[in-house]
């Protein structure tokens, strides 16, 4: 048996590493790219995809079976009020005298062997059909990233600010001590403690609710990721460096145009191919009452028939031409659509980077007001100490340090989330 000492050791270290594994498990970093892949894999409009390919994978199918030989089974009866009836005054050919009725039945096959090239390209087509589907999807989820990024950088505002709170209550609670102190030698009155207190309360409510507002947005980030929510730690993206805004090529809606238009040139080639000559192998055979093939017989008769048949539509009123026009407008509306879309972009791209060089700008101001407002706290500070300013001017100005500091936070995270939303915009 081992030693009661090595015993407690083992213990030790197991609890030490299980505990270490279990606080492992329990938190994972996300990163804002990280959150961005998952939002976008988990959305349902993914779900889309495999039924859109299955619906397009049959359309290819059925298309390929169109030009293979068809062998229908038809059969007619038929009775009418009058038929041929001929009594030729020739020498050994009886009396013909048809039968009012007729009856048949017979398998009709058809083989295509040429179509002008339709199948072919009609295949083409819903293969392009299919791509601008997927594309389609892939536009609306590429719209889910600024939603994410708003979250995100939201979530790390308020860890910023709870920080600015925790600093500022520290202060509190350390000058509290100072001033129970003060109190206890007859240097300031009960009133002051109790304005500190004020304020102490005021600084945890409003922590507070800074925790309550990122336990809000934790919680949409993790139905949008499907991360546990108590299990997310976020963490801030590395500064994005200088963008270039007016280069947009990299948007999926613009290889989405290029398919729309794609598709609407192999819809004009379609045209085209519908007014080339086609051509087709046909038989048929069964049996008929009276023979079919034979003028002379009334009896129920087998007979068969094949041959070749063309055809070839050599005018179609115009028809041609007015579809192609309708295509032409349908390629003139989707090159309008790329031009709104561009304009769009460049719009916006401008403005994010009009705001981006704005908050650039502002940080040298926001830090110029917090070193001055430190300076004037330190002041204050001293006056009060001489009995020269009261408690409630030395909160005053700490309360205004405070709103500078969560006022650069939020310019700094804005900075960083509006450099982030451009370089998305642009899909860099």
């Known amino acids: 048996m081992l030693p009661k000492s090595v015993n407690i050791f083992i213990f030790s270290v197991l609890f030490l590493f299980c505990t270490n594994v279990n606080l492992t498990s329990q938190s994972q970093v996300l990163t ?9 894999a988990k959305n349902k409009v993914n779900n889309k995809i495999p039924l859109l390919l299955q619906s397009s994978n049959n359309e290819i199918e059925k298309y390929k079976k169109q030009n293979l030989p068809t062998v229908t089974w038809n059969t007619q009866f038929s009775i009418q009020s009058e038929n041929i009836s001929l009594d030729l005054p020739i020498p050994g050919i009886d009396p013909i005298d048809l039968p009012l009725y007729k009856a048949q039945s017979t398998l009709d096959a058809n083989y295509v062997v040429y179509d002008g090239g339709v199948s072919k390209t009609l295949i083409e087509n819903e293969k392009i059909k299919a791509k601008i589907s997927e594309q389609s999807i892939n536009v609306q989820l590429y719209n889910l990233k600024d939603k994410v990024v708003e979250i995100y950088y939201n979530i790390i505002l308020a860890d910023r600010q709870k920080e600015v709170l925790d600093s500022s209550l520290s202060i509190l ?18 009133s002051d403690i109790d304005k500190i207190d004020i ?4 600084t945890e409510q409003n922590i507070a609710n800074i925790i309550s507002g ?3 947005l934790l919680n949409v980030l993790s139905n949008l990721t499907g991360i546990e929510e108590n299990t997310i730690v976020v963490n801030e993206p590395e500064a994005i460096g200088n963008i270039d805004n007016t280069d947009w090529t990299n948007r999926p809606e613009l290889n989405l145009f290029e398919l729309k238009n794609e598709l609407l040139d192999h819809s004009n080639k379609i045209i085209d191919l519908k007014n080339k000559p086609k051509v087709a192998l046909f038989a048929k055979a069964g049996v008929g009452y009276p023979n ?5 017989d009334t009896s129920f008769s087998p007979f068969a028939i094949g041959g070749v048949n063309v055809i070839w539509n050599i005018w179609d009123w115009k028809r041609t031409k007015i579809d192609k026009q309708k295509i032409q407008i349908e390629k003139d509306l989707v090159d309008n659509d790329k031009d709104i879309f561009d304009e769009n972009i460049k719009l916006e791209s401008d403005k994010l980077a009009s705001q981006i060089s704005g908050l650039k700008e502002n940080a040298k101001f926001d830090n110029k007001i917090i070193e001055n407002q430190k300076q004037i706290i330190t002041t204050v500070e001293n006056q009060y100490k001489n009995g020269v300013a009261t408690i409630s001017d030395y909160l005053t100005e700490l309360s205004k340090k405070n709103i500078s500091e969560i006022n650069k936070a939020i310019h700094d995270i804005e900075l960083e989330k509006t450099q982030y939303k451009l370089n998305i915009l642009l899909n860099k």
């Open 292 to 296: 079919p093939l034979n003028f002379f």
């Open 214 to 216: 990122k336990k809000t």
């Open 173 to 190: 609670h350390t000058k509290k001590e100072v001033m129970n102190s003060m109190y206890s030698n007859g240097v300031i009155m009960k």
């Open 32 to 40: 804002l790219d990280k959150a961005i892949e998952l939002t976008v």
């Open 199 to 202: 304020e102490i309360i005021k």
